[in-house]
């Protein structure tokens, strides 16, 4: 029979290529199949290709000998799904949801019935998004003018108002480059989720913050390499600690208060 990991490969292919899903979305899809099916993978999953032999294609697939295998992987999804009591609401509906949707691609184009029906879910209770007061963010806007100037402190103000003021997720922010900064125009191009392209307008105190930068100019804004996620968090993080905030400073916080006072 083919086997399932095989399956789960192509479909990871689709994710990434067909639907240009980002890598971050892709290795979740593989993680959430893999504990489904319990396939072992051994390494670092750091990418959406698993180990598997290239020699199947859809062409060689004997439907006949499929069922047999399917029903055993049925099986495997309904032993983990019996498992699942003690996980979140959340993460139950996302590994079902990840589940369900490769089992619509493997009945697609009438390539593979896979006999498992699944349970329904309730649709998740809508959060309301953690967002920063303008008090708050004058607040963080007042530290930064007074702080002294040291590169940590540069770091946290060309990455607040990035955030805050352009409205970019934390990984966009950290991999700005120079050669997408057109300050003449104060425009910023960013590759975002999906591989999605879009063009931001910099705020007045962004372009003054990226021309006092531009002498030491270097592929990214932040020096030579991009600036690692984690150490963007935690620069976020200390920002808010060192602003007396009430609560603690996440950077997706700041592209929620940035939408939030935009629509106000």
Known sequence: PIPL????????????????????SVRAYASDLMQVFQIKNKGKLSGPKLDMSPKYS????????????MEFWSQKALESMRSWSNLSPRSRRRKLSSLNQFIQWLKSDEKIDFPLI???????AQNIPNFLSVDECLSIISYLDKATRTPEVEQQELLFYLLYGCGLRISEACGARWDKVHLEQRTLRIVGKGNKERI????????????GRSKEKSEFLFGEKPLPTRTG??????????????????????RHSYATQLLN
């Open 200 to 211: 931001v307008v910099l705020p007045t105190k962004v372009v003054s913050l990226l021309k």
């Open 58 to 69: 859809w062409k060689t697939l004997d439907n006949q000998i499929v069922k047999e295998d």
């Open 118 to 124: 699944l349970p329904q879910t309730k649709p998740p």
């Open 233 to 254: 968090y935690e620069r976020v993080r200390q920002l808010g600690k060192a602003s007396a905030l009430m609560k603690p400073l996440h950077p997706h916080a700041l």
């Open 5 to 24: 990991p095989f399956l789960i490969c192509k479909y990871l292919e689709c994710l990434d290529f067909v639907k240009n899903l980002s890598q971050h």
